[in-house]
C-alpha cells in the first residue's frame, strides 16, 4: 500500500520559515519523480517544485528563491524548505509521487501565514 504522509505545517509569521517533510512507504522512491503542489481556498492545485529521481528540480515562479525542494532517497523522504513566507502561500500542501501511469498525493498539510 502506498502512503505519503506530510509533516511540518503550521502557522507562521510573515518572513518566516517551515519545513515540510513527506515520508513515503510502498514505493521504489528512488524512481519517482517527487513534489510538492499547493492548494488556496477557492484556487486550483498548483505545482510549487519536484525534484526527479536524479536530483534535478525545478520550481514555481512564485517558489524560485524562496523555497528548497531536497530528497533523501535513503530515508525515502522529500522535504520542502521554505523561506521568506508570506501570506499568499497559505494553501494546504501535498505531496506527490509520480512514474510513468502511477501517480500519488499525501493527505496534505496546512501552511498558513499571517500576523
Known amino acids: 500500500q502506498v502512503q505519503l504522509v506530510e509533516s511540518g505545517g503550521g502557522l507562521v509569521q510573515p518572513g518566516g520559515s517551515l519545513r515540510l517533510s513527506c515520508a513515503a512507504s510502498?514505493?521504489?522512491?528512488?524512481?519517482?519523480?517527487m513534489g510538492w503542489y499547493r492548494q488556496a481556498p477557492g484556487k486550483q492545485r498548483e505545482l510549487v517544485a519536484v525534484i526527479s529521481s536524479s536530483g534535478s528540480t525545478t520550481y514555481a515562479d512564485s517558489a524560485k528563491g524562496r523555497f528548497t525542494i531536497s530528497r533523501g532517497n535513503a530515508k525515502l523522504t522529500v522535504n520542502l524548505q521554505m523561506n521568506s513566507l508570506k501570506p499568499e502561500d497559505t494553501a494546504v500542501y501535498y505531496c506527490n509521487a509520480m512514474v510513468g501511469s502511477r501517480d500519488y498525493w499525501g493527505q496534505g498539510t496546512q501552511v498558513t501565514v499571517s500576523s
Open positions: 510502498g514505493i521504489t522512491f528512488s524512481s519517482y519523480v
